[in-house]
Nanobody, 128 residues
Framework: VQLQASGGGLVQSGGSLRLSCAAS????????IFWFRQAPGKEREGVSCISSSDGSTYYADAVKGRFTVSRDRAKNTVYLQMSSLKPEDTAVYYC??????????????????????WGKGTLVTVSS
């Protein structure tokens, strides 16, 4: 199981970025993909997820209405489209998956230790 997040960079406040999470060694059709982020000096927090069963998506309140998660089944890739970015969105973003944990409305309070497989993060910096 491998996950590779990419697409981070430096963007001005109000700007947009699209992160990609390329999965290999398993099909993201059958397992949820989670997006977490870790800001400097803070704990890693759940941001969004997309379920495997019906493609339902969930978001933390902090990003709801600004971030959109989607899946390209043919490419085995999940995307996180981030718009109206704010300086407080600055963080290293990680994609992850787990074969047992569900994607649901509890993503914002989901503890990272419950998720088994992680990709390397990608840094998003939002300047004011």
């Amino acid at each position: 199981v491998q996950l590779q997040a990419s697409g981070g960079g430096l963007v001005q406040s109000g700007g947009s970025l699209r992160l990609s999470c390329a999965a290999s060694g398993f099909s993201s059709d059958y397992y949820p993909i989670f997006w977490f982020r870790q800001a400097p000096g803070k704990e890693r927090e759940g941001v969004s997820c997309i379920s495997s069963s019906d493609g339902s998506t969930y978001y933390a309140d902090a990003v709801k209405g600004r971030f959109t998660v989607s899946r390209d089944r043919a490419k085995n890739t999940v995307y996180l489209q981030m718009s109206s970015l704010k300086p407080e969105d600055t963080a290293v973003y990680y994609c992850a998956t787990d074969f047992d944990e569900p994607c649901n409305g509890g993503i914002a309070t989901m503890r990272d230790y419950r998720v088994d497989y992680w990709g390397k993060g990608t840094l998003v910096t939002v300047s004011s």
